[in-house]
């Protein structure tokens, strides 16, 4: 059920990075970006991986020249991603479309896709992810960087196997803007002339107001110091990936009074891993924690034109001391998480937009801070270039440039059982990572028969996973 670091170890040989420009000549022209987009908290790159299967029907092409080409067609729908990031008055971000062009990266792994699968290597934390997304020097900076970076990297035996690699700067999109953007590519490389959902920019919908107003209490963008002394050292971090299915699910949904058994299973287990991680750190009982609870715009309201791939994004904050979370119920928390999700409205992210006008950009709360994103929604995972769909699609490591342990991931998931549920990847240190599995395993190793009435509640479990 918990998967550690694995002992896989391979080498990939890489082509010399190149810059993959529009297939045709695109406006150079400024856009600029959102007040929700530049707001300091984005102002990182964040990695995703995708692997692909042998198919017998795309025998003979090749997925690094398939994929190069659709990059290159696909630029011109979406071409500020080939231009460069300017800061401007106020730390305000603007995209100058020079028509520069993505970095793209050929490889070939002397590794083949079982001994990925049989390592249990096909989820974070993946082994030699520096190899199979290169570090290209000097080329992770938000401002006069590439805003894409991608490699695609062929695996052996058996055809064409190949890993999708990409990283991009988080200002640009979410995850249901790069989302949209892999599946225009995957669209062009299957053949497409233009990409069913054509992209649309019109950022100034998510700008602050003249003037703006700030209309809530935004916790989860508070200025506070380590006044405790319990700030977490991150020199000697380990990552994790825990899957919870429907029986995990059911185990932790049961120790909820009866009241607060309709509530998401976002909710549930963003409660019950916000409460878990807190008693692992061993934090002081009077320092304030945060859940910064990430909603999308887009699944709430209907505000937004189809294809804007802007970042559409609110984090409201569930506020409490470590004390209160650890020594009280789930219940507690899930409450917390619950009130805290419903914080989001349209007012709200306005409000947010304009704290960032006043306030100049302002980054998150890092210390005593969690936040999950949840990317079940987003289909990373059914992004097809012709291969057919991914058997993992997701982030492969935490965003660069971000506090590690800040931001874990609700990712969907099959394990080799065949059972569906929901992967959560996670970053600790040492100590405190062992203490959260200990706890885990006392849960969880014993799994408990379902009777016959938590049928029902097993039914409603797996379809919300």
């Not at 699910?249 to 299973?265: E, F, G, N, Y």
């Not at 609110?314 to 001391?321: D, I, K």
Request: aromatic share 12%; proline share 6%; charged share 20%.
């Amino acid at each position: 059920m918990w998967s550690s670091s694995t002992s896989l170890v391979f080498k990939v040989e890489r082509c010399e990075p190149e810059f993959v420009v529009p297939a045709k000549p695109t406006p150079h022209e400024y856009k600029q970006l959102s007040d929700i987009d530049d707001q300091e908290s984005l102002r990182f790159q964040q990695p995703i991986i995708q692997f692909y299967e042998y198919n017998p029907s795309m025998e003979g092409r090749d997925p690094v020249k398939v994929i190069r080409e659709a990059v290159s067609k696909t630029l011109v729908f979406y071409y500020p991603f080939a231009g460069r990031i300017r800061e401007g008055f106020g730390r305000k971000l603007v995209v100058e479309c020079t028509g520069k062009g993505i970095l793209f990266i050929e490889g070939n792994a002397d590794v083949s896709l079982h001994q990925f699968q049989d390592s249990s290597s096909l989820q974070p934390p993946f082994p030699c992810i520096d190899q199979l997304l290169y570090h290209v020097p000097n080329s992770d900076g938000i401002l006069d960087s590439p805003l894409l970076l991608i490699q695609v990297t062929r695996l052996k035996y058996g055809g064409f196997i190949f890993i999708f690699a990409m990283r991009f700067n988080h200002t640009m999109c979410d995850g249901y803007g790069i989302a949209q953007f892999m599946t225009a590519i995957a669209e062009m490389a299957r053949g497409a002339h233009a990409p069913s959902v054509l992209p649309v920019w019109q950022r100034a919908l998510l700008n602050s107001r003249d003037p703006p107003v700030i209309t809530y209490l935004h916790h989860e963008y508070d200025q506070v110091g380590d006044s405790n002394g319990t700030k977490i050292s991150f020199t000697d971090i380990v990552q994790r990936s825990f899957f919870f299915g429907s029986t995990e699910i059911s185990t932790i949904l049961k120790t909820l009074p009866i009241h607060l058994r309709h509530c998401s299973s976002f909710e549930l287990l963003s409660a019950y891993i916000w409460r878990l991680r807190t008693i692992s750190l061993q934090l002081n009982p009077n320092e304030e924690v945060r859940f910064l609870c990430l909603v999308n715009l887009r699944f709430k309201f209907n505000s937004l034109p189809s294809g804007y791939y802007g970042n559409a994004l609110a984090s409201p904050a569930a506020l409490t001391t470590a004390g209160k979370l650890c020594q009280n119920p789930l219940s507690y928390a899930v409450e917390l998480v619950k009130k805290a999700k419903a914080e989001m409205t349209e007012e709200y992210i306005k409000s947010v937009a304009d704290l960032m006008a006043i306030r100049e950009r302002v980054h998150w709360t890092a210390i005593g801070s969690f936040l999950v994103s949840d990317l079940r929604k987003i289909g990373l995972g059914e992004v097809d270039f012709g291969w057919g769909k991914a058997i993992y699609g997701g982030p492969a490591m935490g965003g660069v440039g971000i506090v590690p342990d800040f931001i874990s991931f609700f990712i969907p998931f099959k394990n080799r059982e065949g059972e569906e549920g929901i992967l959560v990847p996670m970053c600790l240190p040492t100590h405190a990572m062992e203490r959260f599995v200990r706890k885990l395993d006392a849960i969880f190793k014993v799994k408990q028969p379902i009777g016959v009435e938590n049928r029902k509640l097993i039914t409603n479990i797996k379809s919300a996973l």
